[in-house]
């Protein structure tokens, strides 16, 4: 054998076994990850970035699996771990404004119009869930994603009629967030 490194067959390592992923944990996330896309989706709005938050949270879900599984409510862990990579994301992208770089032109503005509404319910979430995450959460999982009271209950481990009564809530200060929002706007003008 004609061996230019001078290593000879006996001397070069076995390749490394891959590690396997746990069935289990395989299975729960292809069970769930449409699910948890749409919600990286619906907070971030770029597909491109709700992917990467979810790659991230996926791999925190995977490294704390036995962790997840002892929890008495393995679906709540994994979407609490969901919801911190979605603000990291955030927080990343806050850190690196500053150093991206400015287009050389200016791009078609029109699709500005299109997303104003967007961005005024987005602010409307924002401000509520500084001040009530859980009906913030409750109201954007069955209003805009369309989940059911028994699977919002389930996710953060309350009632169905906490469920339904933070999502209640929930969407009467949004109400009251974007009527505000609307009188600033048209204070600005």
Request: aromatic residues 8%.
């Amino acid at each position: 054998m004609n061996d230019p490194f001078g290593q000879g067959p006996d001397l070069i390592e076995p390749d490394p076994e891959r590690a396997r992923l746990d069935v289990s944990f395989d299975a729960f996330f292809r069970q769930h990850k449409d699910r948890f896309f749409r919600i990286a989706l619906r907070r971030l709005v770029d597909p491109r970035d709700a992917d990467e938050a979810l790659s991230d949270a996926a791999l925190v879900m995977y490294r704390k699996w036995e962790r997840i599984l002892a929890h008495a409510n393995p679906m709540a862990m994994a979407m609490r771990i969901l919801d911190n990579k979605i603000t990291d994301f955030y927080r990343a992208r806050a850190r690196h404004a500053g150093r991206e770089l400015r287009l050389a032109e200016r791009p078609d503005a029109s699709y500005l119009i299109e997303l104003r509404d967007q961005d005024r319910l987005d602010r409307a979430l924002e401000a509520l869930r500084k001040i009530s995450p859980q009906q913030a959460y409750c109201w954007e999982m069955h209003k805009l994603l369309g989940e059911s009271y028994e699977d919002i209950a389930r996710d953060l481990d309350i009632s169905y009629g906490a469920a339904k009564t933070a999502a209640s809530r929930g969407h009467k200060k949004l109400k009251a967030f974007l009527a505000e929002l609307l009188e600033t706007e048209k204070g600005d003008r």
